[in-house]
């Protein structure tokens, strides 16, 4: 019978105030001991320490708030950011989401020629390989406490015969108005999922370790269902929900 390794030190932490969070020992609300505490009264460094609050976190049962501490989160407790999500057309033509946040770019984003890969062209109904053009944006609101990684493809196919053909279109969301003066009707199907981020998409979004994240999947399509462009959202999953209308 194989000889099971004992845990690292930083999942026997999680562990244990994971227990003490659920037994009541630390109440939903109230503050955790500091790092510094942790760290002495397990007797390890507060790195291995943050990592077992990376994992509390992960799991949504502490909340970690900027130059005030950790706080302990009830498992049956809501998020505290909910984003409602979706797209709607203001009376003057302009498409905006439905959050209402004004997303800012950090840099201007360029247009780039890539290749479609094969899981996107299954979204998009094209060849894998056909030429797109992609931008890449990361976004920040709130005065920079809120932060995405978005990301634009559009088929070369779908702008033969237009204005396009010979100049890159405008990012989303300008995108949306661009395509709805070309005579489209659009519609937006969304695909929602959560993983683990690239180490890249960590520092952007900056995550801690073991933080997931989620990864939202936009398709613009016509009124015939025919996939125009396609948006890649990277969004921080540790202490937000998605609000969808039906």
Do not use: C
């Not at 105030?17 to 390890?44: D, N």
């Not at 302009?94 to 247009?111: H, I, K, Q």
């Not at 290749?115 to 920040?140: H, N, S, V, W």
């Not at 997931?212 to 959202?233: D, G, H, S, W, Y």
């Amino acid at each position: 019978m194989p000889v099971e390794k004992p845990k690292p030190r930083y999942k026997q932490i999680a562990d244990h105030l994971r227990e003490g969070i659920l037994s009541g020992t630390y109440p939903a609300g109230q503050p955790l001991p500091s790092e510094e505490s942790l760290a002495k009264q397990y007797g390890v460094t507060r790195p291995t320490v943050r990592q077992g609050i990376a994992e509390l976190r992960a799991a949504g049962l502490v909340e970690v708030m900027m130059g005030r501490g950790m706080f302990v989160r009830s498992p049956h407790s809501r998020p505290s950011l909910t984003r409602p999500r979706g797209v709607r057309r203001e009376p003057d033509g302009r498409y905006v989401e439905t959050d209402g946040l004004r997303w800012d770019d950090a840099e201007e984003p360029v247009a780039t020629r890539t290749d479609a890969p094969l899981a996107l062209a299954d979204l998009l109904r094209i060849p894998p390989g056909e030429p797109m053009y992609t931008y890449d944006a990361l976004q920040i609101a709130d005065r920079g406490r809120l932060r995405q990684l978005r990301r634009t493809y559009v088929p070369f196919s779908v702008l033969l015969g237009t204005k396009f053909e010979e100049q890159a279109p405008p990012p989303a969301p300008h995108l949306y108005t661009a395509l709805a003066e070309l005579g489209h009707e659009l519609h937006f199907t969304e695909y929602i999922r959560t993983r683990m981020p690239l180490p890249d998409q960590a520092q952007a979004l900056r995550l801690p370790d073991g933080v997931p994240m989620f990864q939202i999947l936009r398709v613009t399509l016509n009124t015939a269902a025919k996939p125009l462009a396609l948006e890649e959202f990277h969004v921080p999953g540790d202490d937000l929900e998605l609000a969808y209308p039906l």
